[in-house]
């Protein structure tokens, strides 16, 4: 079992910066891969990062490429999801997930762990 906590949201004007941390506890993190999804009302959850256990790779969106950068610090337990250069329609809630497999990291039900989720806002 793995719990994932996720951290760091608030508001912030576009153009602005937020690194969001997904924190986990339970079975040896470094061996799950990570995903960064997002969600608004009334809309399916949508992909925006991901990267496979051991911080080999990383996958993203196409609306996020170049502005959002996804890592993690196996030794704190914890990815991150630096967003730079927002946009008001980053606005979204924020979540992780975590998975034992390296593929497929685009596909929400693919995921057996997810955090509660952070809220993000972001002001034109």
């Known amino acids: 079992q793995v719990q994932l906590v996720e951290s760091g949201g608030g508001s912030v004007q576009a153009g602005g910066s937020l690194r969001l941390s997904c924190a986990a506890s339970?079975?040896?993190?470094?061996?799950?891969?990570v995903g960064w999804f997002r969600q608004v009302p009334e809309k399916e959850r949508e992909f925006v990062a991901g990267?496979?256990?051991?911080?080999?790779?990383?996958y993203y969106a196409e609306s996020v490429k170049g502005r959002f950068t996804i890592s993690r610090d196996n030794a704190k337990n914890t990815v991150y999801l630096q967003m730079n250069s927002l946009k008001p329609e980053d606005t979204a809630g924020y979540y992780c997930?975590?998975?034992?497999?390296?593929?497929?990291?685009?596909?929400?039900?693919?995921?057996?762990?997810w955090g509660q989720g952070t809220q993000v806002t972001v002001t034109s």
């Open positions: 997930a975590a998975k034992s497999s390296y593929y497929g990291l685009g596909l929400s039900n693919t995921y057996s762990f």
């Open positions: 339970g079975r040896t993190f470094s061996s799950y891969s």
């Open positions: 990267i496979t256990w051991r911080g080999g790779t990383a």
